[in-house]
């Protein structure tokens, strides 16, 4: 008898811990508020490498001057923000750029430094008669996962006058404080219910197992198992799934976490997909490689 009730108690714990939510991703009701961290970055063409560009003498002082004056924005609203040629040096002693990742060379920079958000400003300076203007792009992007959140253009108005930094304030202005509010409710979205990110289940080429098969005792294909374990572990719960085949199964939002809910740590992606590696391991005996394209996680089964 006394046997009979210790193997019901460790079945009770097995099946609760085996079905009750990762406490990483657990919030409880509970959300901390969280400011963003920020890095300003000089826009870039594809492939173009920064530390030259910003050698350049006219291109340089331009992106140099657009940087300084941005950052300072942020920090009169009470951000903590990297200096950008601080880190581009870590960057470069680090050789990270040489590190064989499909990331730009920007994006390496935001997420060495573990920016929130990284922001690239470009500026052009147009000189004619008239007088001189400065034309301001901006672009957040949340570094996790690449995702815009704002984009706004401006321009300073023609002026007679070479002081490029008072120009590019002037252009500033206009749109800083939608700038500013776009980046605080977007992040703050982010803190309140998660950061989104897709996921993407397939099968490797000469894998016998498909996502319309049985496991387990109960009856449910992979794809429902699957689907239950996404509702259950995610953020809040919230897993939209886009489709479903015998070979791929696509969560085009899944909602992760910006800091551990138990720790407090800051939560990777890496971290939701080595979860979905060993539900399929442990619960499914299922091999499967998982990758990170930014904003994703590839799941492919063996």
């Known amino acids: 008898m006394k046997n009979k009730f210790i193997y019901s108690v460790l079945f009770a714990f097995i099946f609760n811990f085996s079905h009750s939510q990762n406490s990483g991703t ?4 509970q959300v901390v508020q969280i400011q963003p961290k920020v890095i300003v970055i000089p826009y870039a063409k594809e492939n173009e490498d920064i530390k030259t560009m910003l050698q350049d003498q006219l291109k340089g002082f331009y992106r140099r001057t657009a940087i ?19 880190e581009l040096a870590k960057a470069i002693n680090a050789n990270l750029f040489n ?7 920007k994006e390496i920079i935001a997420q060495n ?7 690239e400003t470009d500026l052009e300076v147009v000189s004619g008669g008239n007088g001189t203007e400065v034309q301001l792009i901006l672009r957040a992007y949340e570094t996790a996962t690449g995702r815009a959140l ?6 300073s108005g023609k002026f007679y006058t070479d002081d490029i930094t008072k120009l590019t304030i002037k252009a500033l202005e206009k749109v800083k404080e939608d700038f500013l509010n776009d980046i605080q409710n977007k992040f703050t979205d982010i803190v309140n219910n998660g950061r989104s990110i897709e996921i993407y289940f397939n099968v490797a080429k000469n894998s016998t197992m498909t996502y319309d098969k049985e496991v387990g005792t109960d009856g449910d294909l992979l794809s429902e198992a699957i689907m239950d374990w996404m509702t259950k572990n995610a953020y809040k719960n919230y897993a939209k799934k886009r489709n479903s085949t015998s070979l791929e199964v696509v969560y085009n939002e899944v909602r992760i976490p910006l800091k551990d809910q ?22 499914f005996q299922l091999e499967a490689s998982v990758t990170y394209p930014p904003g994703q996680i590839m799941v492919t089964l063996k």
Do not use: H
């Not at 657990?26 to 009701?29: D, M, Q, R, V």
């Not at 590190?99 to 060379?105: I, M, N, P």
């Open 26 to 29: 657990n919030s409880g009701g």
């Open 68 to 86: 300084s004056v941005v950052n300072d924005a942020f920090n009169s609203r009470g951000f903590t923000t990297y200096g950008f040629e601080a």
């Open 99 to 105: 590190s064989g990742t499909k990331r730009s060379q």
């Open 113 to 119: 430094c573990t920016a929130d958000i990284y922001v």
């Open 150 to 155: 704002s984009d706004k253009q401006s321009t």
């Open 262 to 283: 138990a720790t407090g740590d800051n939560y990777d992606i890496e971290m939701f997909g080595r979860l979905i590696r060993k539900f399929l391991k442990n619960t």
